[in-house]
């Protein structure tokens, strides 16, 4: 059964640093892994998905990264801002049939 | 874009009530809808999963009789807490997979947010 974790539960950080949110998953067969956002008592907005081939996806200031043999994520966010500041969860598939195994997330506080 | 509605956002009902939260694909066709809660601090977990025109599949530990899913059409999947108790106060996420696209291109619902007294 997957299990994911995310580390660390919560991060305080000043405007404009780079930071890293992690993700580790046990089991290594996975479909894709996804990285969503989610503000406070809101659905989740989807930020990045990263195929089980790829490496690395991008998105403006967002890269998230996949190392399927240590059953790793990360998600680098460059340059924080305040409005960067909400919980960032990750998710892997282990299939194509879109079942999705959340980790607990990240919460993320940008002060300016 | 793809959107997913979710209604209510938010309910208050009293213990022993039933409360039905609906799921609907706005400008898309959705054969499959997942139905996630979300306790405080934990993580989305997986309740079931809705294919139109067929029973859902319910996780373990799920019960199914006191969580009816109801997938009728392509757009509309619901979701009705039987005899609701306070233990079953959470936050409930659909999200739904677009008809012809990729296995894991899904869209989410806002959430709707379950307080039983």
């Known amino acids: 059964k997957q299990e994911v974790t995310q580390i660390p539960a919560a991060l305080s950080v000043p405007e404009g640093e780079n930071l890293v949110l992690n993700c580790s998953f046990t089991?290594?067969?996975?479909?894709?892994l996804q990285w969503f956002r989610q503000d406070p008592g809101k659905g989740l907005t989807s930020l990045l998905l990263?195929?089980?081939?790829?490496r690395e996806q991008t998105s403006g200031r967002l890269n998230a990264s996949l190392d399927k043999s240590s059953g790793r994520s990360t998600l680098y966010i460059a340059a924080s801002q305040p409005g960067d500041s909400a919980t960032y969860l990750c998710?892997?598939?282990?299939?194509?049939?879109?079942?999705?195994?959340f980790g607990k997330g990240t919460m993320l506080l940008v002060s300016p | 874009g793809a959107v997913v509605s979710q209604h209510p956002s938010w309910v208050i009902c009293k213990s022993g009530t039933s409360v039905k939260i609906e799921c609907r694909s706005l400008?898309?066709?959705?054969?499959?809808m997942f139905w996630y809660r979300q306790f405080p601090k934990q993580s989305l977990m997986l309740m079931a999963t809705?294919?139109?025109?067929?029973?859902?599949?319910?996780e373990q530990g799920v019960e199914k009789d006191k969580f009816l899913i109801n997938h009728a059409s392509l757009t509309l999947s619901t979701l009705t807490v039987t005899s609701a108790h306070p233990e079953d106060s959470s936050f409930y996420i659909c999200?739904?997979?677009?008809?012809?696209?990729?296995?894991?291109?899904?869209?989410f619902g806002a959430g709707s947010r379950l307080t039983v007294l």
């Open positions: 089991d290594s067969a996975i479909y894709n």
């Open positions: 999200s739904a997979r677009r008809q012809g696209f990729g296995a894991n291109v899904l869209t």
């Open positions: 809705s294919n139109e025109g067929s029973k859902a599949t319910y």
């Open positions: 998710a892997a598939s282990n299939s194509g049939y879109s079942t999705l195994t």
């Open positions: 990263i195929q089980s081939s790829q």
């Open positions: 400008d898309f066709q959705a054969t499959t």
